[in-house]
């Protein structure tokens, strides 16, 4: 009796098992479809984290990520620039930091306004809200 119910186990397992492996690949064919590849994006942004604050010269202080977006707040002895970077591999700006704080940055270009705090990030142009999405910091 025992026998059989080690058997049954190892099916339930197995079957588990299978069901997850079939899972990853129909993922990893819609990633491939949609032309995204989750280990190269992944190595990117691992790179991007290393070079973007140390090809200036300084170091990171934050790096935070949203839907959207990369944004890297680099510095020397104290933060002074922002880096944000669209996901989609299209623009990026850099810009020195207006204003900061522990929890908030500010950085300035005409009259857009970027503003990354612990729970989002806000660009608004003339006062107007264009993009606001969740953040999520990386220290």
Not at 49 to 65: M, P, W
Not at 70 to 99: E, H
Request: glycine share 8%; charged share 20%; net charge positive.
């Amino acid at each position: 009796m025992q026998s059989r119910k080690h058997q049954y186990n190892y099916q339930r397992v197995f079957r588990q098992i299978s069901i997850g492996f079939g899972a990853s690949l129909c993922l990893l064919a819609i990633a491939q479809n949609t032309n995204i590849n989750p280990v190269k994006a992944n190595s990117i942004e691992i790179a991007q984290a290393a070079s973007v604050c140390e090809s200036s010269g300084g170091s990171q202080f934050v790096s935070a990520e949203t839907k959207n977006y990369l944004v890297y707040i680099c510095g020397g002895d104290n933060p002074n620039t922002y880096v944000g970077m669209a996901k989609n591999g299209g623009n990026s700006i850099s810009l020195p930091l207006q204003t900061y704080s522990r929890d908030r940055f500010v950085a300035v270009n005409g009259d857009t306004r970027y503003t990354l705090t612990r729970a989002e990030l806000i660009v608004t142009k003339n006062g107007r809200v264009i993009a606001r999405e969740r953040a999520q910091w990386k220290r």
